[in-house]
């Protein structure tokens, strides 16, 4: 494996002053920089859209907790095979949970999981959206509204699932490598 993060030949761009002072923090809390990032820093433009999503969707304010969030992207990511994700996503749900079984549970078939009800009819929801979306009517928002989430809280489960289908099939088509940190990370 090279230093890239991804199979392309695409050089980082000269990163702005916030741009590396953001990789710093990573590093620093993380004790690393994911590498979806630095597949991002050779356009700074896409680098601070994907960044700005991604910390509205999985760190703001939401009715779902951040480990509910994760959950999502690991059963996305599970479901579309991505290689990076299933690894990275699946650390941060190890992590938040204190469970490593939880975590790979996440990533090998979320319904073998001790969920609670809300949670499994969430992740059914983001499946189902992963793999039917243009299948989903009333009745599937019904089941989440009687599971405790509101409107706002399904448009989140929306919006996360739809930002890692997309995620996903980018990590693939460059062939995104996981940090190899990411592998023992709470286990």
Not at 148 to 172: E, L, V
Request: hydrophobic fraction near 40%; include cysteine.
């Amino acid at each position: 494996m090279t230093d890239s993060p991804t199979r392309l030949d695409l050089p980082p761009a000269p990163l702005p002053d916030d741009t590396r002072a953001y990789f710093a923090l990573c590093a620093e809390k993380l004790g690393l920089i994911p590498n979806v990032l630095r597949a991002y820093a050779f356009d700074v433009s896409k680098l601070n859209a994907f960044t700005a999503m991604y910390n509205d969707l999985m760190l703001a304010e939401s009715g779902l907790t951040k480990l509910e969030r994760e959950m999502i992207a690991v059963v996305v990511s599970s479901i579309n095979r991505c290689w990076y994700c299933q690894v990275a996503h699946g650390a941060a749900v190890r992590e938040l949970s204190g469970n490593p079984v939880l975590g790979e549970q996440m990533v090998m078939n979320y319904r073998a999981a001790a969920l609670t009800p809300r949670q499994r009819k969430m992740l059914d929801f983001a499946a189902h959206l992963t793999e039917h979306s243009h299948r989903t009517e009333d009745h599937h928002r019904d089941v989440l509204r009687a599971a405790g989430f509101s409107d706002r809280d399904i448009w989140d489960i929306a919006a996360i699932t739809g930002f890692f289908n997309m995620t996903n099939r980018i990590a693939s088509a460059t062939g995104m490598e996981p940090n190899p940190e990411y592998h023992g990370k709470a286990r």
